[in-house]
């Protein structure tokens, strides 16, 4: 389903910025200075509810490239059927703490960018750019950056 690609793309993202945070390390302890982190991981689409024609929810798995699971993203998507576009709202749940965000999706392409709004924890004041690239036909498999400072 083409809706549920979509999803998945935004979910990888959100899954990107809460694994590359646990496998690059990043201290729970917030800095007195501006740090800049690159996060790399798998989100990896595990339940799906469809509110409507235009709304859905999401929960994924994110995982390290080598499997190993580092944390948990939730998303809430709106979508346009009639354009084949839409928006996701994101949080990622890190060791240390959450990330936020918003990621802007489309029908017709396989990557989707989005925008860090903030977090808690480590990730408090975070601001920066995700990327999510799907790895599969289904999307529900994706491959996440997020850049972030903190």
Request: no cysteine.
């Amino acid at each position: 389903m083409k809706i549920r690609r979509t999803i998945a793309a935004m979910s990888a993202a959100a899954t990107l910025a809460g694994g590359a945070a646990l496998a690059l390390g990043v201290s729970a302890d917030a800095s007195a200075t501006t740090a800049s982190h690159t996060l790399k991981f798998i989100s990896v689409q595990q339940k799906v509810i469809t509110w409507s024609k235009t709304s859905q929810g999401e929960q994924d798995k994110d995982v390290t490239h080598a499997g190993k699971l580092i944390g948990f993203d939730v998303l809430n998507f709106k979508f346009d059927p009639k354009n084949g576009t839409g928006t996701a709202l994101f949080d990622l749940d890190l060791k240390g703490g959450m990330l936020f965000g918003v990621v802007s999706v489309s029908l017709n392409s396989a990557t989707s960018k989005g925008t860090v709004t903030g977090g808690l924890g480590a990730f408090k004041d975070a601001s920066g750019a995700i990327v999510a690239k799907s790895l599969n036909k289904a999307g529900t498999k994706l491959a996440i950056t997020v850049k972030y400072t903190t």
